[in-house]
């Protein structure tokens, strides 16, 4: 633990803090353009001066200090209880210059609480582009506190507030007077409260009378000794705040109004009321938003299959070049049938995972996320859900396990309990290898009325499957769950921006280096106990089948031979017999025991499955340098003779893997949002149970 | 003429806020700056009918009818 002094970014939604820390902190937080992006507090390192480090705590937004949702709840967490260990001792406030009285609100709550407080006013050139002109020196006056212009995005401003800072840390520096007083409650009662809590600040007693139930560091003698004060003083604290906001609000607008000065009283169209005329339209929303999804699943297919073949077969050269420079023997098989062969079903995925979070950080950059959770709310609580869960299921796209911990945005618990549950039915970029390899296998590479994609269309209607059942799952689960829980809306509207590049090229680069390292490091691993399972067998098996072959065959010319022996190893072998004891159960589905082990190697994440099948089918023979996709196109069912991958297979692939539950760490994330293994148990049983129904009539039905 | 509240706005139609029927959801409403006195413009209507977005000061609100059936207009 360190001693550094920490200082708080506190601030409304979407004001521009974690833009402010990740300047400041030079670190690479999640960033965008609607409310609720950050759900949980931050910690970085930032240099003052030469001698002077400082830790920045960045928390979520949040309107006041009484909070109504769980991301909230952190900001009151922290600066309502002094022995927190993230205790800040300056707090700078973010404010979003446009819509300055409102975000002083919050700045005069926690200036109250007797913080050292700066006012850092970000998005200048948004409010001067409204015709509002800043007084600062006026404005820091009347407030009693430091004032600094910032633009977070730019890092402009950023000397004066470490100059700021500083000042602040100073040992004789004042704190500010408070800006509301306390008249609606009896001194005596205040008194009472930080005589008995050993408070020393008046508005921390108010907020600890008015906040019983949301302050987690009192003990239970704590809340009825509270209650009990605010019984004996006929306390009603929802009486208390509305009052108390109503006349932070006259104090504050009254400073507002002074040190800001208009351009021009004519209100203008913004460009972002024009947009939203368009994108909210009852025609045009709906249709510009499909027109945006369709665009999206188009370019994931047809302009990524460029860059993926030239990975693909740069992967299938290397292996190539490999067993011809090295020398024949366990370790060069380890290396191409193992290694090689798993890490190239990961990496020819990097165009894909590239272009799909380009999407998704447009989307969420630009401010259409707010407009999507608009389009969609009424929707949603139809099937119990809320327009706010729209972020966690579009955010599942890239990945589940954030997109959980984004329902925190979310009020009613209801609400979010529902969102965690399904949210993982949304196809997350794990499952786009397999998409892709089976979509390629049995959908023709044609276009259709001139500009569809038909392999795109396959792979968005895929999606919508899952998106379709993530909504008929919520509805039943609000049937069974039954609960009467008032869930509410009420949310801000972002500014359209201007993506910016860098942002984009980050969040990009990130969700790369995430998938390729984390995904990188199971399948490393799963690659290898694969290649021994499949090499290795009990007791002399192995020897015994290469025999037999031999005996069996005696016409086969040498390569052949060859073949046909490490197809029998491989069947023998302990993955091979492992393959075989599953297969009953899934021979319904379709699947043979090969396709088997690669079911059972995902099961702890679905981005295995096309390495490890890559892996099996390295080992068990046929032509090793081949890509992934020729070398599943040429397998043979040996019942049939006809190729193994036959549409039927690969639709009930396809539809097991939109619905299955393959992912410990979205489970290990419910069970972290919920707090229960009950409801990561639920998620996994009904999802699993979906998948292996959907996938045998689907097999079935085309058979 | 009877009482309106802020869900019988037309698009592109403006009114004042008067007060609030739901103590609870008010003071959410009051801290977003919807205070009485406030002028209030509606500026767009999900494609569905329900939320609607508002002009409130420098910014723009998204409200549900149900919630907006709470603020009543003087």
């Known amino acids: 633990m360190n001693k550094n002094p920490k200082i708080a970014l506190v601030g409304n939604p979407n004001c521009g803090k974690t833009s402010l820390f990740n300047a400041l902190t030079g670190l690479r937080q999640k960033t965008g353009n609607f409310p609720g992006v950050t759900v949980d507090r931050k910690i970085g390192v930032t240099r003052l001066d030469k001698t002077t480090e400082v830790d920045i705590v960045d928390l979520p937004g949040t309107y006041s200090l009484y909070p109504k949702s769980l991301d909230e709840q952190v900001v009151l967490d922290i600066l309502a209880n002094p022995a927190s260990k993230d205790y800040p001792d300056v707090v700078i406030m973010v404010a979003d210059a446009s819509n300055l009285k409102r975000n002083l609100l919050l700045f005069s709550q926690v200036s109250d609480l007797g913080f050292h407080t700066i006012l850092a006013l970000n998005m200048v050139d948004v409010a001067e582009a409204h015709g509002l002109i800043i007084d600062v020196d006026l404005l820091s006056q009347r407030l009693g506190v430091p004032v600094v212009l910032i633009n977070a995005k730019s890092e402009e401003g950023l000397g004066n507030l470490k100059f700021a800072i500083k000042g602040e840390l100073m040992e004789h520096s004042e704190l500010p007077k408070p800006v509301l007083r306390l008249d609606t409650v009896s001194k005596e009662f205040i008194q009472e409260i930080k005589s008995q809590f050993k408070v020393a600040n008046d508005y921390l007693a108010m907020l600890m009378a008015g906040q019983i139930e949301k302050l987690r560091f009192l003990t239970s003698e704590n809340r009825t000794l509270l209650g009990d004060i605010n019984r004996r003083h006929s306390f009603q604290h929802v009486d208390f705040q509305t009052k108390e906001t109503v006349n932070r609000y006259k104090i504050l607008g009254a400073i507002a109004d002074e040190s800001i000065r208009k351009k021009d009283d004519q209100p203008r169209e913004t460009f972002t009321q024009k947009l939203d005329k368009v994108l909210l339209h009852p025609i045009w929303g709906y249709a510009s938003f499909f027109a945006i999804l369709f665009l999206i699943f188009q370019s994931i297919f047809s302009l990524a299959e460029y860059p993926m073949d030239w990975i693909d077969s740069g992967m299938a050269s290397l292996n190539e070049w490999l067993k011809s420079t090295l020398p024949e023997g366990l370790l060069t098989s380890l290396l191409t049938d193992g290694l090689v062969a798993g890490i190239g079903g990961v990496v020819v995925f990097i165009p894909q995972i590239a272009f799909l979070f380009t999407f998704i950080s447009l989307l969420e950059e630009s401010g ?30 890239a990945c589940a396990v954030p997109a959980i911990m984004g329902s925190r945005t979310i009020q009613s618990w209801k609400d979010r309990l529902i969102t965690i549950m399904v949210t993982p039915l949304m196809s997350c970029s794990a499952r786009l290898p397999i998409f892709t390899i089976m979509i390629g296998l049995v959908i023709p590479e044609k276009t259709i009325l001139g500009i569809f994609n038909l392999q795109g269309l396959a792979l968005m209607l895929l999606y919508l499957l899952g998106f379709v059942s993530a909504l008929l799952s919520a509805w039943v689960m609000k049937k069974v769950l039954k609960v009467k829980e008032r869930s509410f809306f009420v949310m801000e509207m972002p500014v359209f921006q201007l993506p910016r590049l860098d ?9 790369v280096k995430a998938f390729v390292t984390e995904a990188g490091k199971v399948i490393i691993a799963i690659s290898i106990i694969l290649w021994v399972l499949a090499s290795y067998g009990p007791g002399d098996s192995m020897e015994q089948a290469e025999q037999q072959v031999i005996k ?51 099961f702890a994440a679905r981005e295995v499955f096309v390495g490890t099948m890559s892996t099996i089918y390295s080992l068990g023979g046929d032509d090793d340098t081949d890509t992934v996709k020729n070398k599943m196109r040429t397998e043979i069912n040996p019942e049939t003779g006809g190729p193994r991958f036959t549409p039927a297979v690969a639709f009930s692939l ?7 539950m393959m992912c410990m760490s979205t489970l290990a994330a419910t069970y972290r949002e919920t707090k229960s293994w009950f409801y990561p148990a639920v998620q996994f049983t009904y999802m699993t149970a979906i998948a292996y129904v959907a996938a045998w009539i689907t097999y079935q039905a085309m058979l | 003429m009877a009482a309106r509240n802020l869900s019988q706005l037309k698009l592109g139609e403006k009114g004042v806020i008067a007060g609030f029927h739901d103590p609870n959801l008010a003071l959410k409403l009051l801290e977003m700056g919807c205070l009485p006195g406030t002028e209030i413009r509606l500026m767009a209507i999900a494609p569905l009918g329900d939320p609607i977005c508002l002009q409130v000061g420098d910014y723009t609100l998204s409200l549900r009818l149900d919630e907006a059936a709470v603020v009543e207009l003087q």
């Open chain 1, 654 to 660: 396809l539809i097991f893997y939109v619905f299955a």
């Open chain 1, 552 to 602: 069996e065959n005696p016409t086969l010319s040498q390569e052949e031979l060859g073949n046909a022996i490490a197809s029998a190893q491989l069947e023998t072998s302990y993955a091979g017999r492992f393959g075989h004891f599953i297969e009953p159960a899934i021979r319904p589905l379709g699947y043979d025991w090969k396709i088997g082990i690669a079911l059972l190697t995902s």
């Open chain 1, 368 to 397: 259409y996320m707010a407009r999507v959770m608009v389009l969609m709310d009424k929707l949603m609580r139809k099937v119990g859900l809320n327009g706010r869960s729209v972020v966690p299921l579009i955010s599942s796209v």
């Open chain 1, 503 to 511: 942002h984009v090229v980050m969040a990009v680069w990130n969700a």
